[in-house]
């Protein structure tokens, strides 16, 4: 007998398991059911792909029983089964980066978090909350020996050999005194059909019957096996014989919880390629969505034999939370993953596929505004990713982003807002950063406002990166209210105002300059300041402040030596204290405070805060 210790996360993680999720303890019967429905996909792949294999012997079943006077429940499959270097690296170990970050979220929400259990390939330890110590007894296909791992959960595990008839996995629990509930026939069942009822292969319950068809009670029980499960690929079947409830059930199975879809889409396609896809759209977006080792959801199967579920080439990575199954009747069975990438059938499903997710997504905005409500708030941003990753079909993702406004309240589309242009305007107005309220509140918006001209208020921070590759929306070029020269052909009046305070004062600019020095790389008055004292704005080519701060935090090389223009507002009580100011040191302190001004309001961090404040006194007093 070998004696392991666990790994320190996977300690970690049984203490948050135990003692965070003990109301949501049934989960441990979806999590062990949906491991056994994996080995034995395993197991039909190889044996239908791999010569060494196919002389083994496959009668997928999954079997239930339980003993109620020891207090033991036991979960057995005929899957590929597993040797004593797999038991410790698979139940030993936490094999994916990211799991135990997500997993100390436990204590913020209990319900969400009883799905991340499933979702990142640890629920084998929620056996752990009903059960005082677990046998694991399995037996590799394809060997001769067989392997028992044991453990209380308490830091350290056992391994040893032992003993099975044929290859597969028997899980057995002692059960603790808040896990007897579970040798009940009826709340096994009960279970196995909430949680597993589309499992495509058989789950049978082992259980002593005590009455007879008629509702008498035998003198003596019978040992009675009955198939528990439907045990049906749910997407070969017609949509005539499916009803909205089989959905749910079939994606709580899948997505590892208990919450039903936002929306599902199933299609059978027949002709020069046969295939079947069913897609489903989460009603919250997975914890996982902005990580670079996101889990895939789309399962590939070949004439319903599993193939791979971690391929993020399936679909687009935009498309990244969509979860569900592609089956296709035309992959050859021993695909490879490289091979796979580079399959003509397969990418004409996958073509097929994203057209039909974002019509459906589409149609979901007109059909049912609500749900359509729901999957902005969640799932905008990835869609955004999508403008400079699909080209060939970024006019319909530009139909489905939704944007914020100066003119609308929540979401608006930009057919809507070409809609309510003004008859002469010739673009659509947006403003970058990461502040809502602070765009909002912007120097920059003030022309707009005053011309009553709607402004796109984008605070994802992609958007610098997305709009600018979108191009145009129907005829209409996008143009970024904080570059130079997007307001030449709205600023009429304000234009030749601007021009005159240039011709006037051309002297004051020269003074800014100087004060500013290699701050600035120029100095303008604005056509576009109708209250505040100044602005920023970066030169038509240069990147914005924003943009460098992306690149950045992306680890890629910025602009860090791109200078903004600074505009003044010749109107200002500022600015004319600065055109009748003849001392140097003063004219300095207001150059630099409108400039320092400029910065914050576009929540620029300033490099010198004490010097800020020192002038921003001297001029006080």
């Given at each position: 007998?070998?004696?392991?210790q666990?790994?320190?996360e996977?300690n970690?993680?049984?203490g948050?398991?135990?003692?965070?999720?003990?109301s949501?303890?049934?989960i441990?019967?979806?999590?062990?059911v949906s491991?056994?429905?994996?080995?034995?996909?395993?197991?039909?792949?190889?044996?239908?792909?791999?010569?060494?294999?196919?002389?083994?012997?496959?009668?997928?079943?999954?079997?239930?029983?339980?003993?109620?006077?020891?207090?033991?429940l036991?979960v057995?499959?005929?899957?590929?089964?597993?040797?004593?270097?797999?038991?410790?690296?698979?139940?030993?170990t936490?094999?994916?980066?990211g799991?135990?970050?997500?997993?100390?979220k436990?204590?913020?929400?209990?319900?969400?978090?009883?799905?991340?259990?499933g979702?990142f390939?640890v629920?084998?330890?929620?056996?752990?909350?009903?059960?005082?110590?677990i046998e694991?007894?399995?037996?590799?296909a394809?060997?001769?020996k067989?392997?028992?791992?044991?453990?209380?959960?308490?830091?350290?595990?056992?391994?040893e050999?032992?003993?099975?008839a044929?290859?597969?996995?028997?899980?057995?629990m002692?059960?603790?005194?808040?896990?007897?509930e579970?040798?009940?026939?009826?709340?096994?069942e009960?279970?196995v059909?909430k949680?597993?009822?589309?499992?495509?292969?058989?789950?049978?319950?082992?259980?002593?019957?005590?009455w007879d068809?008629?509702?008498k009670?035998l003198d003596?029980?019978?040992?009675?096996?009955?198939q528990?499960?439907?045990?049906?690929?749910?997407?070969?079947r017609?949509?005539?014989?499916?009803?909205?409830?089989?959905y749910?059930?079939?994606?709580?199975?899948?997505a590892?919880?208990?919450e039903?879809?936002?929306?599902?889409?199933?299609?059978?396609?027949e002709?020069t390629?046969?295939?079947?896809?069913?897609?489903?759209?989460?009603?919250?977006?997975p914890?996982?969505?902005?990580?670079?080792?996101?889990?895939?959801g789309?399962?590939?199967?070949?004439?319903?034999?599993?193939?791979?579920?971690?391929?993020?080439?399936?679909?687009?990575?935009?498309?990244?939370?969509?979860?569900?199954?592609?089956d296709?009747e035309?992959?050859p069975?021993?695909?490879?993953r490289?091979?796979?990438q580079?399959?003509?059938?397969?990418?004409?499903?996958?073509?097929?596929?994203?057209?039909?997710?974002?019509g459906?997504?589409?149609?979901?905005?007109?059909?049912?505004?609500e749900?359509?409500?729901?999957?902005?708030g969640?799932?905008?941003?990835?869609?955004?990713?999508?403008?400079?990753?699909?080209?060939?079909?970024?006019?319909?993702?530009l139909?489905?982003v939704?944007?914020?406004?100066?003119l609308?309240?929540?979401?608006?589309?930009?057919?809507?807002?070409?809609?309510r242009?003004k008859?002469?305007q010739?673009?659509i107005?947006?403003?970058?950063?990461?502040?809502e309220?602070r765009l909002?509140?912007s120097?920059l918006?003030?022309?707009?406002?005053?011309k009553?001209?709607?402004v796109?208020?984008m605070?994802?921070?992609?958007?610098?990166?997305?709009?600018?590759?979108a191009?145009?929306?129907?005829?209409?070029?996008?143009?970024?209210?904080?570059?130079?020269?997007?307001?030449?052909?709205?600023?009429?009046e304000?234009?030749?105002?601007?021009?005159?305070?240039?011709?006037?004062?051309?002297?004051?600019?020269e003074?800014?300059k100087a004060?500013?020095g290699?701050r600035?790389?120029?100095?303008?008055?604005?056509?576009?300041?109708?209250?505040?004292?100044?602005?920023?704005?970066?030169?038509?080519?240069?990147?914005?402040?924003?943009?460098?701060?992306?690149?950045?935090?992306?680890g890629?090389?910025?602009?860090?030596?791109?200078?903004?223009?600074?505009e003044?507002?010749?109107?200002?009580?500022?600015?004319?204290?600065?055109k009748?100011?003849?001392?140097?040191?003063?004219?300095?302190d207001?150059?630099?405070?409108?400039?320092?001004?400029?910065?914050?309001?576009?929540g620029?961090?300033?490099?010198?805060t004490?010097?800020?404040?020192?002038?921003?006194?001297r001029?006080?007093?």
């Open positions: 007998m070998a004696v392991h666990f790994q320190t996977v970690k993680l049984l948050l398991i135990i003692h965070s999720l003990y949501h303890k049934e441990f019967l979806r999590e062990l491991n056994s429905s994996d080995a034995l996909d395993k197991l039909k792949f190889l044996t239908v792909s791999d010569d060494a294999y196919k002389s083994v012997a496959f009668d997928p079943r999954i079997d239930i029983s339980f003993d109620d006077d020891s207090s033991k036991t057995a499959d005929t899957g590929i089964g597993m040797n004593e270097t797999d038991l410790v690296e698979n139940l030993g936490i094999a994916r980066s799991t135990k970050a997500f997993l100390e436990l204590a913020d929400d209990k319900k969400k978090d009883s799905n991340l259990i979702q390939g629920g084998f330890y929620s056996a752990f909350m009903i059960a005082d110590k694991v007894i399995s037996r590799k394809g060997e001769e067989a392997w028992k791992w044991v453990s209380d959960g308490k830091g350290s595990y056992e391994t050999p032992a003993e099975r044929g290859h597969g996995t028997t899980i057995v002692h059960l603790n005194d808040e896990g007897k579970f040798t009940s026939r009826w709340r096994i009960d279970l059909k949680y597993s009822n589309h499992i495509a292969f058989p789950i049978f319950l082992r259980y002593k019957k005590e068809d008629e509702g009670k003596t029980p019978e040992e009675t096996v009955e528990v499960n439907s045990a049906s690929a749910l997407w070969k017609p949509k005539s014989e499916l009803e909205e409830k089989d749910d059930e079939f994606y709580q199975a899948i590892h919880g208990d039903d879809p936002l929306f599902h889409i199933h299609t059978k396609a002709g390629q046969e295939y079947a896809t069913l897609f489903f759209v989460p009603r919250k977006a914890p996982d969505l902005f990580r670079a080792d996101y889990k895939p789309v399962k590939l199967y070949v004439k319903r034999v599993f193939i791979t579920d971690d391929d993020k080439e399936l679909l687009p990575p935009y498309l990244r939370f969509v979860k569900g199954v592609i296709s035309d992959l069975l021993n695909v490879s490289e091979i796979l580079q399959n003509k059938v397969l990418h004409h499903i996958r073509q097929a596929s994203v057209k039909k997710i974002l459906e997504i589409s149609a979901l905005s007109v059909n049912d505004p749900k359509f409500k729901t999957f902005v969640e799932f905008n941003r990835p869609m955004k990713e999508g403008l400079y990753s699909d080209f060939a079909n970024k006019e319909t993702i139909e489905i939704r944007f914020k406004s100066t609308a309240d929540g979401w608006t589309s930009l057919a809507d807002y070409v809609g242009m008859e002469d010739k673009a107005y947006y403003i970058t950063g990461d502040d309220n909002r509140a120097p918006l003030e022309l707009y406002r005053s009553g001209i709607e796109l208020v605070d994802d921070e992609i958007d610098e990166f997305v709009i600018p590759m191009g145009k929306y129907k005829d209409k070029e996008f143009k970024p209210v904080n570059r130079a020269g997007a307001e030449e052909e709205i600023s009429g304000a234009g030749q105002k601007a021009k005159d305070h240039e011709t006037e004062s051309k002297d004051i600019l003074k800014v004060a500013l290699d600035v790389k120029d100095v303008k008055f604005s056509k576009r300041l109708t209250d505040s004292p100044s602005c920023i704005v970066a030169d038509a080519n240069d990147q914005t402040y924003q943009m460098q701060a992306l690149l950045k935090a992306m890629q090389p910025g602009g860090e030596d791109v200078k903004p223009i600074l003044l507002n010749g109107d200002h009580p500022l600015v004319s204290r600065l009748a100011e003849s001392a140097k040191d003063a004219i300095d207001i150059s630099v405070v409108l400039f320092d001004q400029a910065l914050m309001v576009e620029v961090p300033l490099k010198d004490a010097d800020f404040v020192r002038r921003m006194n001029l006080i007093k």
